[in-house]
Protein backbone atom coordinates (compact mmCIF):
# COMPACT_ATOMS: atom_id res chain seq x y z
CA UNK A 1 0.00 0.00 0.00
CA UNK A 2 1.44 3.44 -0.92
CA UNK A 3 1.56 6.21 1.26
CA UNK A 4 -0.49 8.36 -0.16
CA UNK A 5 -3.75 7.51 -2.16
CA UNK A 6 -5.96 9.17 -4.69
CA UNK A 7 -7.94 8.15 -7.15
CA UNK A 8 -6.78 9.06 -10.50
CA UNK A 9 -10.00 9.38 -12.44
CA UNK A 10 -10.34 10.45 -14.51
CA UNK A 11 -13.07 12.99 -13.12
CA UNK A 12 -15.75 15.59 -15.78
CA UNK A 13 -18.02 17.90 -14.67
CA UNK A 14 -20.02 20.70 -16.42
CA UNK A 15 -18.58 24.57 -16.17
CA UNK A 16 -20.12 25.93 -12.70
CA UNK A 17 -20.25 22.35 -10.69
CA UNK A 18 -18.52 21.90 -7.26
CA UNK A 19 -15.85 19.18 -7.59
CA UNK A 20 -14.42 17.15 -4.65
CA UNK A 21 -10.99 15.68 -4.64
CA UNK A 22 -9.60 14.25 -1.61
CA UNK A 23 -6.23 12.21 -0.71
CA UNK A 24 -6.18 9.32 2.30
CA UNK A 25 -2.68 8.83 3.79
CA UNK A 26 -1.00 6.26 5.86
CA UNK A 27 1.87 8.07 7.31
CA UNK A 28 0.94 9.74 10.83
CA UNK A 29 4.07 11.52 10.72
CA UNK A 30 2.53 13.47 7.94
CA UNK A 31 2.22 17.64 9.35
CA UNK A 32 1.60 19.36 6.14
CA UNK A 33 -0.76 19.13 3.48
CA UNK A 34 -0.23 20.76 -0.06
CA UNK A 35 -2.68 20.22 -3.22
CA UNK A 36 -0.97 21.25 -6.74
CA UNK A 37 -1.77 21.84 -9.85
CA UNK A 38 -0.56 20.44 -12.89
CA UNK A 39 -1.13 21.78 -16.67
CA UNK A 40 -0.10 19.37 -19.51
CA UNK A 41 3.13 19.39 -20.20
CA UNK A 42 4.06 21.69 -17.17
CA UNK A 43 5.32 21.52 -13.48
CA UNK A 44 3.25 21.19 -10.61
CA UNK A 45 2.35 24.57 -9.10
CA UNK A 46 1.26 25.16 -5.88
CA UNK A 47 -2.35 26.12 -5.22
CA UNK A 48 -2.92 25.82 -1.20
CA UNK A 49 -1.13 24.64 1.91
CA UNK A 50 -1.81 23.50 5.28
CA UNK A 51 -0.63 22.71 8.43
CA UNK A 52 -2.19 19.57 10.87
CA UNK A 53 -6.11 19.67 10.93
CA UNK A 54 -8.59 22.12 10.00
CA UNK A 55 -9.99 23.99 6.73
CA UNK A 56 -8.35 26.79 4.64
CA UNK A 57 -10.28 29.15 1.96
CA UNK A 58 -8.81 30.65 -0.74
CA UNK A 59 -11.18 32.39 -2.95
CA UNK A 60 -12.65 29.39 -5.39
CA UNK A 61 -10.89 26.64 -3.62
CA UNK A 62 -11.08 25.47 0.46
CA UNK A 63 -8.78 23.27 1.36
CA UNK A 64 -9.64 20.45 4.55
CA UNK A 65 -7.44 17.77 6.45
CA UNK A 66 -9.00 15.76 9.01
CA UNK A 67 -5.83 13.48 10.79
CA UNK A 68 -8.11 11.76 12.70
CA UNK A 69 -8.92 9.78 9.57
CA UNK A 70 -6.47 10.57 7.64
CA UNK A 71 -8.44 12.22 4.48
CA UNK A 72 -7.73 15.43 3.11
CA UNK A 73 -10.07 17.11 0.86
CA UNK A 74 -9.98 20.13 -1.83
CA UNK A 75 -13.21 21.66 -3.05
CA UNK A 76 -13.60 23.78 -5.90
CA UNK A 77 -16.66 25.93 -6.54
CA UNK A 78 -18.31 27.36 -9.52
CA UNK A 79 -15.25 25.34 -11.70
CA UNK A 80 -14.34 26.73 -14.74
CA UNK A 81 -13.01 25.36 -17.82
CA UNK A 82 -9.27 26.93 -16.78
CA UNK A 83 -9.64 24.57 -13.67
CA UNK A 84 -9.22 21.42 -16.36
CA UNK A 85 -5.95 19.37 -15.27
CA UNK A 86 -4.13 17.37 -12.71
CA UNK A 87 -4.49 18.06 -9.11
CA UNK A 88 -1.94 16.12 -7.15
CA UNK A 89 -2.05 16.03 -3.48
CA UNK A 90 1.36 16.12 -1.42
CA UNK A 91 2.14 16.14 2.01
CA UNK A 92 5.24 16.22 4.64
CA UNK A 93 6.16 15.48 7.65
CA UNK A 94 7.60 17.86 10.43
CA UNK A 95 11.03 18.17 11.54
CA UNK A 96 14.70 17.42 9.43
CA UNK A 97 12.66 16.17 6.61
CA UNK A 98 10.11 18.15 6.08
CA UNK A 99 10.84 19.19 2.77
CA UNK A 100 10.51 15.78 1.55
CA UNK A 101 7.25 15.89 -0.46
CA UNK A 102 5.20 12.48 -1.01
CA UNK A 103 2.62 13.01 -3.98
CA UNK A 104 -0.56 11.12 -4.73
CA UNK A 105 -1.17 9.76 -8.55
CA UNK A 106 -3.08 12.56 -9.32
CA UNK A 107 -6.77 13.33 -10.59
CA UNK A 108 -7.49 14.11 -13.89
CA UNK A 109 -9.97 16.97 -14.00
CA UNK A 110 -11.95 18.22 -16.53
CA UNK A 111 -14.63 21.05 -16.77
CA UNK A 112 -16.51 21.59 -19.55
CA UNK A 113 -18.15 24.60 -20.74
CA UNK B 1 11.15 37.23 -12.20
CA UNK B 2 12.15 33.91 -13.72
CA UNK B 3 11.22 30.71 -12.72
CA UNK B 4 13.15 27.26 -12.13
CA UNK B 5 13.95 26.29 -15.79
CA UNK B 6 14.85 22.87 -16.92
CA UNK B 7 17.05 22.20 -20.30
CA UNK B 8 16.33 19.68 -22.58
CA UNK B 9 12.65 19.97 -22.48
CA UNK B 10 12.57 16.50 -24.20
CA UNK B 11 15.33 14.05 -24.70
CA UNK B 12 15.64 10.51 -26.51
CA UNK B 13 18.15 8.27 -26.57
CA UNK B 14 19.23 4.72 -26.78
CA UNK B 15 19.41 2.21 -23.78
CA UNK B 16 22.88 2.24 -22.46
CA UNK B 17 23.79 5.68 -23.25
CA UNK B 18 24.77 8.42 -20.65
CA UNK B 19 22.74 11.49 -20.16
CA UNK B 20 22.75 14.92 -18.94
CA UNK B 21 19.68 17.21 -17.49
CA UNK B 22 20.25 20.38 -16.45
CA UNK B 23 17.99 22.40 -13.69
CA UNK B 24 18.60 26.40 -13.38
CA UNK B 25 16.98 27.65 -10.09
CA UNK B 26 15.49 30.53 -9.05
CA UNK B 27 18.06 32.95 -8.22
CA UNK B 28 18.61 33.58 -4.45
CA UNK B 29 16.70 29.81 -3.43
CA UNK B 30 19.26 27.22 -1.70
CA UNK B 31 17.54 24.45 -1.74
CA UNK B 32 17.47 22.12 -4.99
CA UNK B 33 15.50 19.03 -5.31
CA UNK B 34 14.84 16.47 -7.84
CA UNK B 35 11.60 14.06 -8.64
CA UNK B 36 10.49 11.75 -10.96
CA UNK B 37 6.91 11.53 -12.27
CA UNK B 38 6.35 8.21 -14.32
CA UNK B 39 3.46 8.13 -16.74
CA UNK B 40 0.73 8.56 -14.58
CA UNK B 41 1.91 8.70 -11.48
CA UNK B 42 2.87 11.62 -9.34
CA UNK B 43 5.83 12.96 -8.72
CA UNK B 44 8.34 10.76 -6.35
CA UNK B 45 11.63 12.38 -4.49
CA UNK B 46 15.13 11.88 -6.10
CA UNK B 47 17.41 14.04 -4.48
CA UNK B 48 17.65 17.31 -1.94
CA UNK B 49 20.42 19.35 -2.36
CA UNK B 50 21.17 21.93 0.45
CA UNK B 51 23.60 24.42 -1.07
CA UNK B 52 26.61 22.46 -2.89
CA UNK B 53 25.80 19.83 -1.05
CA UNK B 54 23.33 16.66 -1.48
CA UNK B 55 21.62 16.63 1.84
CA UNK B 56 19.72 13.29 1.13
CA UNK B 57 20.01 11.73 -2.12
CA UNK B 58 17.46 8.71 -0.48
CA UNK B 59 15.19 8.40 -3.24
CA UNK B 60 17.92 7.75 -6.13
CA UNK B 61 17.01 4.69 -7.61
CA UNK B 62 20.55 2.71 -8.05
CA UNK B 63 23.94 3.82 -8.41
CA UNK B 64 23.47 5.11 -12.16
CA UNK B 65 22.00 8.07 -10.80
CA UNK B 66 23.66 10.94 -9.56
CA UNK B 67 23.30 14.52 -9.28
CA UNK B 68 25.85 17.34 -8.94
CA UNK B 69 25.31 21.27 -7.63
CA UNK B 70 28.98 22.57 -7.87
CA UNK B 71 28.40 26.23 -7.53
CA UNK B 72 25.19 25.99 -5.64
CA UNK B 73 22.93 27.44 -8.18
CA UNK B 74 22.68 24.84 -11.12
CA UNK B 75 21.99 21.15 -11.17
CA UNK B 76 23.00 18.34 -13.21
CA UNK B 77 20.96 15.06 -12.98
CA UNK B 78 23.38 12.48 -14.88
CA UNK B 79 22.03 8.60 -15.63
CA UNK B 80 24.68 6.33 -16.69
CA UNK B 81 23.51 3.04 -18.55
CA UNK B 82 19.80 4.13 -19.05
CA UNK B 83 17.54 1.99 -19.26
CA UNK B 84 13.88 1.84 -21.07
CA UNK B 85 12.60 1.91 -17.16
CA UNK B 86 14.20 5.12 -16.62
CA UNK B 87 11.57 6.77 -18.87
CA UNK B 88 9.61 9.62 -17.00
CA UNK B 89 9.67 13.27 -17.17
CA UNK B 90 12.25 14.54 -14.72
CA UNK B 91 11.47 17.27 -12.66
CA UNK B 92 13.15 19.53 -10.76
CA UNK B 93 12.44 22.17 -7.87
CA UNK B 94 14.07 25.06 -5.60
CA UNK B 95 12.88 26.92 -2.26
CA UNK B 96 14.19 29.52 -0.32
CA UNK B 97 15.75 27.19 1.93
CA UNK B 98 15.45 23.62 2.92
CA UNK B 99 13.70 24.28 6.14
CA UNK B 100 10.04 23.20 4.63
CA UNK B 101 6.95 24.47 6.16
CA UNK B 102 4.35 26.66 5.21
CA UNK B 103 6.59 29.78 4.53
CA UNK B 104 9.36 27.57 2.15
CA UNK B 105 7.15 26.84 -1.45
CA UNK B 106 9.05 24.21 -3.49
CA UNK B 107 8.67 25.82 -7.58
CA UNK B 108 8.66 23.30 -9.85
CA UNK B 109 10.31 23.50 -13.29
CA UNK B 110 8.88 22.69 -16.15
CA UNK B 111 10.30 19.04 -16.86
CA UNK B 112 12.75 17.07 -18.92
CA UNK B 113 10.72 14.59 -20.43
CA UNK B 114 13.20 11.26 -20.90
CA UNK B 115 12.78 8.18 -23.22
CA UNK B 116 14.60 5.84 -23.68
CA UNK B 117 14.13 3.80 -26.66
Known amino acids: QKEVEQDPGPLSVPEGAIVSLNCTYS??????FMWYRQYSRKGPELLMYTYSSGNKEDGRFTAQVDKSSKYISLFIRDSQPSDSATYLC?????????????FGKGTLLTVNP | GAGVSQTPSNKVTEKGKYVELRCDPISGHTALYWYRQSLGQGPEFLIYFQGTGAADDSGLPNDRFFAVRPEGSVSTLKIQRTERGDSAVYLCASSLNGAGGLNNEQFFGPGTRLTVL
Open chain 1, 27 to 32: NSAFQY
Open chain 1, 90 to 102: AMSGSGGSNYKLT
